[in-house]
């Protein structure tokens, strides 16, 4: 994979990347886009489920983040896609157990957790097109929300972690470690996860 870029490595990014390396690991583990059964009603089921974290959390990152940046425009758009009506993506249940976004060291953590699944989305998009026949037109935008920009807003967004003062790094760390945690909750409460992993692996 090449989308990370080769970037000067700041202490932000390393404290970020190794406090929520674990918690990267068991959602992964437990998302089912690799399972064998999993089809396009799991498919469907799943962006149900992220819509329903992704768009109050962008509600809360409003005044932090461009809303360029903003991936609920895409979940949306695949739902459509899916077969759902407006009314019944306006009547999706969201998620309020959100991680706290009460200042800019809060907004960096949960921002790093929401732009690095864009870098992950990119195998998911080629899984995805391999396994279910998506594209961006017919459900998997999401997947490759930025497309062409993927690597440029990922290194925009590492120029912005640059810049960053070192005494809010402790507290991002906080809320991206709460964004991948409560995530996972969530997904887990709208039952669109796998089991965990018995070994812990
Ligand atoms: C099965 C699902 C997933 C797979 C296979 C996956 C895979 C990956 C891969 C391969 C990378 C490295 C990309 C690169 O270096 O170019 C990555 C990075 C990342 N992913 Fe995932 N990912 C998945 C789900 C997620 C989810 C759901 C989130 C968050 C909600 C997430 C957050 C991140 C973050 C924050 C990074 C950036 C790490 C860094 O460079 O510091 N991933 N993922």
């Known amino acids: 994979m090449s989308c990370a870029p080769q970037h000067p490595r700041s202490p932000f990014l390393l404290a970020l990347r190794a ?3 674990s918690s990267h690991k068991a959602l992964e583990q437990r998302l089912p886009f690799f399972d064998a059964r999993f089809d396009l009603h799991g498919y469907r089921a799943l962006m ?3 819509y329903g974290f992704h768009a109050p959390l962008e509600t809360l990152l409003v005044g932090h983040q461009e809303s360029a940046r903003n991936k609920t425009p895409a979940l949306t758009r695949d739902l459509q896609a899916l077969g759902l009506s407006a009314a019944q993506i306006d009547a999706l249940p969201l998620c309020s157990a959100l991680p706290v976004v009460a200042d800019e060291a809060c907004a960096l953590g949960v921002m790093y957790v929401l732009e690095g699944s864009t870098l992950g989305g990119q195998v998911l998009k ?4 391999e396994r279910l026949g998506l594209d961006a037109n017919n ?3 999401f997947l490759d929300v930025y497309a062409g920009a993927t690597g440029a807003n990922w290194r925009r967004f590492l120029e912005r972690l640059g810049t960053a003062p070192a005494s809010s790094q402790d507290a991002a760390v906080q ?7 409560r995530f996972e909750q969530w997904l887990d409460d709208r039952g669109v996860l796998l089991e965990p992993s018995r070994t812990g692996h």
């Open 19 to 21: 406090g929520t390396q």
């Open 48 to 50: 149900q489920a992220y």
């Open 126 to 129: 080629r899984a995805m097109a």
């Open 139 to 141: 459900g998997g935008a």
């Open 175 to 181: 809320a991206a470690i709460a964004t991948f945690e």
